[in-house]
């Protein structure tokens, strides 16, 4: 299982990233993702959910009403589009996976990264003027 963030950059304040999540190895459509993010000196917090199916989303309050997440199965990729970026959200951001089913959780749990046990190197996502 191999996952591979990108998308990444400098962006200012009010402008708009789309990163994407893409999967090796595996059939991304048998899983759900997660986009994670650590800020320098912060810890690792969970920014967004898509499930494998359906698909059922899940955000972050901080990004609710910003962030989109969706997939594209026939592509193998996960997207985050990133809108009225925020100097906040600079962090590098990383997509994940789970082995065990992060659906059957109360939504808010379904964005801890210690359920998540496949990651993708992060990309830099810096929001400055």
């Known amino acids: 299982v191999q996952l591979q963030a990108s998308g990444g950059g400098l962006v200012q304040p009010g402008g708009s990233l789309r990163l994407s999540c893409a999967a090796s190895g595996f059939t991304l459509d048998d899983y759900a993702i997660g986009w994670f993010r650590q800020a320098s000196g912060k810890v690792r917090e969970g920014v967004s959910w898509?499930?494998?199916?359906?698909?059922?989303?899940y955000y972050a309050d901080s990004v609710k009403g910003r962030f989109t997440i969706s997939r594209d199965n026939a592509k193998n990729t996960v997207y985050l589009q990133m809108n009225s970026l925020k100097p906040e959200d600079t962090a590098v951001y990383y997509c994940?996976?789970?082995?065990?089913?992060?659906?059957?959780?109360?939504?808010?749990?379904?964005?801890?990264?210690?359920?998540?046990?496949?990651w993708g190197q992060g990309t830099q996502v810096t929001v400055s003027s």
């Open positions: 994940a996976t789970s082995s065990e089913n992060v659906g059957s959780y109360y939504p808010p749990s379904r964005l801890l990264p210690a359920l998540y046990d496949y």
């Open positions: 898509i499930s494998n199916s359906d698909p059922s989303v």
